[in-house]
């Protein structure tokens, strides 16, 4: 069996004035009839990027040879156009994989081309056929997850998920039924900004439609509107909002003006008070969902919602699914996003500072959380508003950097913007004192990998108050001891630790960390190569955070695979009834979901192959595990029990290395092995529920079978109003 499937060749035409003719397949044709379909295309013959045309479009894609790159196919299309002169593309062929869900038995068509591909590689006809089904189908399977990795940095996929999300929508938007009592909960007030021409008048009525059809009419509605518009058009609008809304001149622009109206309403002070985007519209048991919410827990402070977007034609296209409280993704930019809901009282005693512009409702956020603990904050799970359709970050330059002076002022030091504005950086310090780093790294032989990690780590590292503390589980290769003894002449304080049992990835840790004397643990495998000199600095600098209910335990760092795709973006703990890495062999300039691969978050665990850890969290969560955990797991039960002791678990992008995975192991794995691996497995789940376990820095509604976010088929939970915390399963 080859260990990659090649793709279906696709049928040399004609040259035509700017290159070639490729055919279509009747397959690809047919697939495409009613709206079109997907498909992945590969080039080979040629070292450059080639430009490709869908015949009869203005579609363009640029293909890397030897890269998959997913194209739309429109109804209609026969054929497409490689661009070029006939000296540089003559030797090109174009090829194409079709994509799961996109093609009647598609799964199949791939096992089936894989198979037939293995046994003409083979050449041998007497050979195991169920053997070579399994073969087969294990590589449609790993190529099918490049693919969905491909497509899942790419704008096709949110076409590809319509339909998905359109059954969630139907089922699970709308759908909260309880309605408390006027007096079991605080009026809501919602206030609407409307400016010069923004939003049409067709949308603020759609918008004042939404509300007339609540389930729960304990609300009352503001709409701030610019004073020249409203002495325009004010008795025009009065017809818009009539029996539902008040109108009031704005004072300011956007949502500033909304919430600044608002908290000058006399009455504030007794309410509940959010700001509603007149460009969307509230789904129809919003007011209800948040009033029960705020009824349920007398101490709420502030509550944020799920939401969705929409076209430019009102279609709902996706879900905005949001986690539950994390500090340091606010810090990164205002994800709370529409229709958060703060008290009156509270908020008004905050105030507004028209100063920050734009950014005036995120510098309103930031001081309205002081001194509040996550208890206070919630996120409610469900769909509450249906809106236009906006990226995640900051809008623009502009109100981006005003948003970071709210932030530098905040935390009291230096905050930069990072793309192009859309995001925020705060600029932690390295301590003064630059605590000493044990830097533990369990090996055996494989000197040419042990070799790459430790040159590259003394070499580029540029915090250099570290030991290194290098743990030999049972090496025999004379290369290896020539390593160590050139090591510890490179970088004097590394020392050797024997530890020669049966291979035990948490014992042979824990002996390593017993051997350090940092009040900073690293756990490096053998396999990291060092390629950004900062990258302790920024690990080093998280960890001593201690501010705004921050208390970091652990910090995990972004780790590419050799061909730069993403190996560790960070882990969802109950991904396919364990955990996993999500967004894994993405591109490495991949944004994620909502943009988080690009921002530090707090997560519930991150991978061990670069993990730092204090010392004294070390010793009071106890270590990893070698009794249930020998080789597996051990990592995400060590930082489950670091979160259950109440401390953050934080992953930075901004701490960059390669991971040669499990490269010194080997990827083979005996059925002994998986034997072992299952019996971690179970140990894990009976510690922590994993099959039931929703993440509280995921969502319920996002699938725990898919490393993508994709939205589920059905919510994994209730839907309660949740908060960041984690207990076991017992």
């Not at 009156?344 to 409702?361: E, H, I, S, T, W």
């Not at 005003?402 to 859309?422: F, K």
Request: glycine letters at 8%.
């Amino acid at each position: 069996m080859a260990n990659e499937i090649a793709p279906f060749p696709l049928k040399g035409g004609a040259w035509v004035a700017d290159g070639r003719r490729f055919h279509l397949p009747l397959l690809v044709r047919l697939a495409s009839l009613r709206q079109g379909t997907v498909v992945m295309l590969a080039v080979s013959g040629v070292s450059e990027p080639v430009e490709i045309a869908i015949e009869g479009t203005e579609r363009r894609v640029t293909v890397q040879p030897g890269a998959l790159e997913p194209v739309e196919v429109p109804p209609g299309a026969a054929r497409l156009v490689l661009k070029g002169e006939r000296a540089a593309i003559g030797a090109a062929r174009v090829a194409y994989f079709p994509v799961r869900g996109q093609f009647p038995l598609g799964r199949v068509i791939l096992k089936l081309h894989s198979f037939l591909q293995g046994f003409r590689n083979a050449g041998e006809p007497g050979a195991d056929l169920r053997q070579r089904w399994i073969a087969a189908s294990d590589a449609a399977r790993h190529l099918g997850f490049q693919m969905a990795a491909r497509l899942a940095s790419s704008p096709l996929q949110r076409q590809l998920w319509l339909p998905v999300y359109g059954k969630y929508r139907a089922q699970f938007v709308g759908d909260f039924a309880q309605v408390v009592p006027a007096e079991a909960a605080p009026l809501l007030l919602l206030a609407s900004p409307v400016g010069a021409s923004v939003p049409s008048d067709a949308d603020l009525e759609a918008c004042a439609a939404a509300l007339r059809a609540q389930t729960d009419p304990a609300f009352d509605w503001l709409v701030a509107v610019d004073p020249a518009r409203l002495e325009r058009d004010g008795a025009r609008l009065a017809t818009l909002v009539k029996g539902i809304g008040r109108l009031v001149p704005a004072i300011g622009d956007g949502e500033t003006s909304a919430l600044a109206a608002a908290l000058a309403e006399p009455e504030a002070a007794d309410r509940l008070v959010g700001v509603l985007d007149p460009r969307g519209a509230p789904t129809r048991d919003a007011v209800a969902m948040i009033r029960a919410t705020f009824a349920d827990r007398p101490g709420l402070m502030l509550l944020y919602t799920d939401a969705e977007r929409r076209d430019a034609a009102g279609a709902p296209v996706e879900g905005v699914f949001k986690p539950a409280f994390n500090r340091h993704l606010l810090e990164s930019w205002p994800y709370f996003g529409a229709l958060t809901v703060v008290r009156g009282a509270r908020a008004r005693a905050v105030g507004l500072r028209p100063a920050f512009a734009g950014a005036a409702p995120y510098d309103f956020l930031l001081r309205y959380l002081e001194g509040l603990d996550a208890e206070a904050v919630r996120h409610l799970p469900r769909i509450a508003y249906s809106g236009p359709d906006l990226p995640a970050g900051f809008a623009d330059a502009e109100t981006g950097a005003h948003a970071a002076a709210a932030l530098s002022e905040s935390l009291g030091l230096p905050v930069e913007t990072t793309e192009g504005g859309r995001f925020l950086r705060p600029l932690f310090p390295v301590p003064q004192d630059r605590p000493l780093v044990s830097i533990v790294v369990p090996t055996r032989d494989r000197a040419e990998l042990l070799g790459m990690t430790l040159r590259t780590l003394i070499a580029q590292t540029h915090y250099r108050n570290f030991e290194i503390v290098i743990v030999d589980n049972g090496s025999v290769q004379p290369e290896t001891f020539a390593l160590f003894d050139e090591v510890k002449g490179l970088w004097p304080a590394t020392q050797i630790v024997r530890d020669g049992g049966n291979f035990n990835f948490s014992r042979i840790c824990n002996n390593g960390v017993a051997a350090t004397s940092g009040a900073l643990i690293l756990l490096l495998n053998n396999d990291i190569e060092v390629i950004d000199g900062a990258w302790l600095d920024e690990m080093v600098a998280l960890i001593a955070r201690r501010d705004h209910g921050v208390d970091t335990g652990v910090v995990g760092a972004k780790l590419l695979y050799p061909d730069r795709t993403i190996q560790h973006g960070g882990v969802i703990v109950g991904l396919f009834d364990y955990a996993s890495h999500w967004f894994a062999s993405c591109q490495p300039e991949a944004e994620g979901q909502e943009g988080r691969l690009l921002v530090r978050q707090d997560l519930s665990a991150v991978t061990g192959a670069c993990l730092l850890i204090r010392r004294d969290v070390w010793d009071a969560v106890g270590g990893l595990d070698p009794e249930r955990f020998p080789e597996d797991c051990n990592d995400i039960d060590l930082c489950m029990r670091v979160r259950r002791a109440g401390y953050n678990v934080v992953w930075t992008p901004h701490a960059l290395m390669i991971h040669h995975e499990s490269a010194s192991r080997g990827r083979h794995r005996t059925a002994e092995h998986r034997a072992r691996l299952r019996q971690q497995h179970a140990h894990f789940e009976a510690l922590w529920a994993s099959h039931v376990f929703v993440d509280p820095h995921y969502n319920p509604n996002l699938s725990r079978v898919n490393l993508f976010a994709s939205v589920g088929k059905a919510p994994e939970d209730a839907r309660a109003a949740r908060g960041p915390e984690v207990r076991g399963a017992g």
